[in-house]
């Protein structure tokens, strides 16, 4: 071990400082103060006042001074380049009510490192030569590097919170410089050669003819011992001021709301709120500097910069509400894919502390959140009620000729047929299925014509899925035809009691054959039954239905259901295009 590191290592003292001023000079500072004399003291510099409330998501300049005695410069640089300092912020928690937050009692603690840098000795140092009386223990030197702590927020909850920096230094001592020693490559004299243990075997004839000479050297086959580890190098402690503890709170608080806009717009859109908060046991005032949202992929707009400009004052209390409006790029609007339509939103705001007029703690808040700009699954929960609702809402639209109809039923869209929820109880967005009907061309009687279907499983889970058409009944109008008087007429009303009614009276019959009316299908349907599936999540499946028209005029599908197996869960679409056929003779 060099003398020179031990003694550099035995005169040194470490600490750190964390000055009051954010901007301050610290050789100038250092220049006309006193600093420490004695090495138990708290800090070797006492002249500058120092922090003693200190605020989560702050960027604050901490300074590590290093006193050692200076002998020679040459020596100093080379001890230096060979010192290791690290400084550390734990977050821990303290007494709610302790009248002095610096005293720190030992113990286990829950903390959390929410900052952890090391010193650059590469760096030059500020040097401030202190002017000793005492000439035989020669003059001090203190040596200061600067560093940028950001105190991010600890991961955990803590009980009136506290910030500590813990200081770790050591010194590795320097090498001395040796002459290298050229290995030798011959063994060294009178060491016996390995024992040889195939040696009764060179007289075999065998080996001889062959010319193998048989050799097996001891070592071979004896225990190995594995090289011990090669010894650390020995490292010196550097000696290091008790640690002091700073009150901290959080300067803001700020939090995100999404809101999914309303609108027929191509693009899916994101109303975005950011609120910021000031606690009421801030001590000072705030001013907001910037706040800022980017999103990967789109556009993130603000939509109140005419309102709140910055920069802001905020006091303790106040709070401010920064709207956007995000929209991303190439959104996919048709797909059901959890990831594909997520993007990622960066917020960063910045602020100032005005706790006096030399003291302005820096805060800067960065963190990033993923956005999803997909279609809701079930938005139909929390829908309006019927009381909200249509009450004269048509059953079908007609479709004039040579146009195309589309109806969609999409788990975007709110049902409001209230036949289909009567029936089976159940709509489309309740087993997360869209389905569109779409049909193109003239309609001719006796010519089949087709609707095109389009099926979109938006749901978790696989469907199986049966269609079938519903045709539309006619009502019939009750007849009154003249009623013939009964068999058993008033001839026998004095004989009631004693002769009972016949099982099945003529009239009655008379009377059900006159009102029986035989009623003529005038649309039927040609794909009886239509099985789908099964469908994966997000999986789409497209197929045709074929009607076929036997009368003239609007013709109407009572409705289609859609029935899964599974599940057993049925739904009726009641939503369809009117068909208005034509005759040939008018087509013609």
């Given at each position: 071990?060099?003398?020179?590191?031990?003694?550099?290592?035995?005169?040194?003292?470490?600490?750190?400082?964390?000055?009051?001023?954010?901007?301050?000079?610290?050789?100038?500072?250092?220049?006309?103060?006193?600093?420490?004399?004695?090495?138990?003291?708290?800090?070797?510099?006492?002249?500058?006042?120092?922090?003693?409330?200190?605020?989560?998501?702050?960027?604050?300049?901490?300074?590590?001074?290093?006193?050692t005695r200076y002998l020679d410069e040459t020596q100093l640089k080379a001890n230096i380049s060979s010192l290791a300092i690290?400084?550390?912020?734990?977050?821990?928690?303290?007494?709610?009510?302790?009248?002095?937050?610096?005293?720190?009692?030992?113990?286990?603690?829950?903390?959390?490192?929410?900052?952890?840098?090391?010193?650059?000795?590469?760096?030059?140092?500020?040097?401030?030569?202190?002017?000793?009386?005492?000439?035989?223990?020669?003059?001090?030197?203190?040596?200061?590097?600067?560093?940028?702590?950001?105190?991010?927020?600890?991961?955990?909850?803590?009980?009136?919170?506290?910030?500590?920096?813990?200081?770790?230094?050591?010194?590795?001592?320097?090498?001395?410089?040796?002459?290298?020693?050229?290995?030798?490559?011959?063994?060294?004299?009178?060491?016996?050669?390995?024992?040889?243990?195939?040696?009764?075997?060179?007289?075999?004839?065998?080996?001889?003819?062959?010319?193998?000479?048989?050799?097996?050297?001891?070592?071979?086959?004896?225990?190995?011992?594995?090289?011990?580890?090669?010894?650390?190098?020995?490292?010196?402690?550097?000696?290091?001021?008790?640690?002091?503890?700073?009150?901290?709170?959080?300067?803001?608080?700020?939090?995100?709301?999404?809101?999914?806009?309303?609108?027929?717009?191509?693009?899916?859109?994101?109303?975005?709120?950011?609120?910021?908060?000031?606690?009421?046991?801030?001590?000072?005032?705030?001013?907001?500097?910037?706040?800022?949202?980017?999103?990967?992929?789109?556009?993130?707009?603000?939509?109140?910069?005419?309102?709140?400009?910055?920069?802001?004052?905020?006091?303790?209390r106040d709070s401010a509400s920064f709207l956007y409006r995000l929209e991303p790029h190439n959104a996919l609007t048709d797909?059901?894919?959890?990831?594909?339509?997520?993007?990622?939103?960066?917020?960063?705001?910045?602020?100032?502390?005005?706790?006096?007029?030399?003291?302005?703690?820096?805060?800067?808040?960065?963190?990033?959140?993923?956005?999803?700009?997909?279609?809701?699954?079930?938005?139909?929960?929390?829908?309006?009620?019927?009381?909200?609702?249509?009450?004269?809402?048509?059953?079908?639209?007609?479709?004039?000729?040579?146009?195309?109809?589309?109806?969609?039923?999409?788990?975007?869209?709110?049902?409001?047929?209230?036949?289909?929820?009567?029936?089976?109880?159940?709509?489309?967005?309740?087993?997360?299925?869209?389905?569109?009907?779409?049909?193109?061309?003239?309609?001719?009687?006796?010519?089949?014509?087709?609707?095109?279907?389009?099926?979109?499983?938006?749901?978790?889970?696989?469907?199986?899925?049966?269609?079938?058409?519903?045709?539309?009944?006619?009502?019939?109008?009750?007849?009154?035809?003249?009623?013939?008087?009964?068999?058993?007429?008033?001839?026998?009303?004095?004989?009631?009691?004693?002769?009972?009614?016949?099982?099945?009276?003529?009239?009655?019959?008379?009377?059900?054959?006159?009102?029986?009316?035989?009623?003529?299908?005038?649309?039927?349907?040609?794909?009886?039954?239509?099985?789908?599936?099964?469908?994966?999540?997000?999986?789409?499946?497209?197929?045709?239905?074929?009607?076929?028209?036997?009368?003239?005029?609007?013709?109407?599908?009572?409705?289609?259901?859609?029935?899964?197996?599974?599940?057993?869960?049925?739904?009726?679409?009641?939503?369809?295009?009117?068909?208005?056929?034509?005759?040939?003779?008018?087509?013609?």
């Amino acid at each position: 071990m060099s003398t020179s590191s031990a003694e550099f290592a035995e005169n040194s003292v470490l600490d750190f400082l964390i000055p009051h001023a954010s901007e301050v000079d610290i050789e100038d500072a250092l220049g006309s103060s006193e600093t420490a004399r004695d090495v138990d003291d708290s800090a070797l510099i006492t002249s500058i006042p120092q922090r003693n409330l200190l605020f989560f998501d702050e960027k604050i300049p901490v300074y590590v001074v290093l006193r050692t005695r200076y002998l020679d410069e040459t020596q100093l640089k080379a001890n230096i380049s060979s010192l290791a300092i690290i400084l550390e912020a734990h977050a821990i928690s303290t007494t709610p009510h302790a009248s002095h937050p610096g005293d720190i009692q030992q113990g286990n603690q829950t903390r959390d490192v929410i900052w952890s840098g090391k010193v650059n000795v590469g760096e030059d140092p500020i040097i401030v030569v202190e002017e000793s009386d005492d000439d035989d223990n020669g003059q001090n030197v203190l040596l200061i590097w600067k560093l940028i702590a950001f105190l991010t927020r600890p991961r955990i909850r803590l009980q009136a919170p506290a910030i500590i920096f813990k200081l770790s230094a050591s010194l590795q001592p320097l090498k001395q410089d040796k002459q290298p020693v050229r290995p030798d490559p011959y063994l060294p004299s009178g060491v016996p050669l390995p024992v040889n243990l195939l040696q009764s075997l060179e007289d075999d004839p065998t080996l001889k003819t062959k010319g193998i000479v048989p050799r097996l050297s001891d070592q071979r086959l004896s225990r190995t011992i594995p090289a011990s580890q090669a010894p650390r190098p020995e490292t010196l402690p550097i000696k290091i001021i008790s640690r002091k503890a700073f009150r901290a709170i959080p300067a803001l608080s700020a939090r995100m709301k999404y809101h999914k806009a309303s609108g027929a717009g191509s693009k899916p859109t994101i109303i975005a709120s950011l609120d910021i908060e000031i606690p009421a046991f801030a001590p000072s005032v705030l001013e907001l500097r910037a706040v800022k949202l980017q999103l990967t992929e789109g556009i993130a707009q603000d939509m109140v910069h005419d309102i709140l400009k910055l920069p802001m004052q905020c006091r303790p209390r106040d709070s401010a509400s920064f709207l956007y409006r995000l929209e991303p790029h190439n959104a996919l609007t048709d797909t059901a894919s959890i990831t594909s339509n997520a993007r990622v939103l960066e917020v960063s705001i910045s602020a100032v502390v005005l706790v006096s007029s030399l003291c302005r703690p820096q805060i800067e808040m960065r963190w990033r959140t993923s956005v999803d700009f997909s279609a809701t699954v079930n938005p139909s929960f929390g829908k309006a009620g019927q009381s909200m609702q249509r009450t004269n809402r048509p059953a079908s639209l007609p479709t004039p000729p040579g146009s195309s109809f589309r109806i969609s039923q999409s788990a975007g869209s709110a049902k409001n047929s209230t036949e289909s929820s009567r029936n089976n109880g159940n709509t489309l967005a309740d087993i997360g299925i869209t389905i569109a009907f779409s049909a193109t061309g003239e309609v001719r009687v006796g010519e089949p014509f087709r609707w095109d279907i389009f099926i979109v499983n938006r749901s978790p889970k696989t469907r199986k899925l049966v269609i079938t058409v519903i045709p539309k009944r006619k009502r019939m109008e009750s007849k009154n035809p003249a009623s013939r008087p009964s068999s058993s007429a008033s001839n026998h009303v004095n004989k009631a009691k004693e002769i009972a009614d016949p099982v099945t009276d003529e009239n009655i019959l008379y009377t059900a054959m006159k009102m029986h009316s035989t009623e003529h299908a005038q649309l039927v349907c040609l794909s009886t039954d239509m099985k789908i599936g099964p469908l994966g999540p997000g999986a789409c499946y497209a197929t045709e239905l074929r009607l076929l028209p036997l009368a003239s005029g609007f013709l109407h599908v009572e409705a289609v259901r859609i029935v899964d197996v599974a599940s057993g869960e049925a739904v009726d679409v009641h939503d369809l295009p009117d068909i208005e056929a034509l005759d040939r003779i008018l087509a013609e």
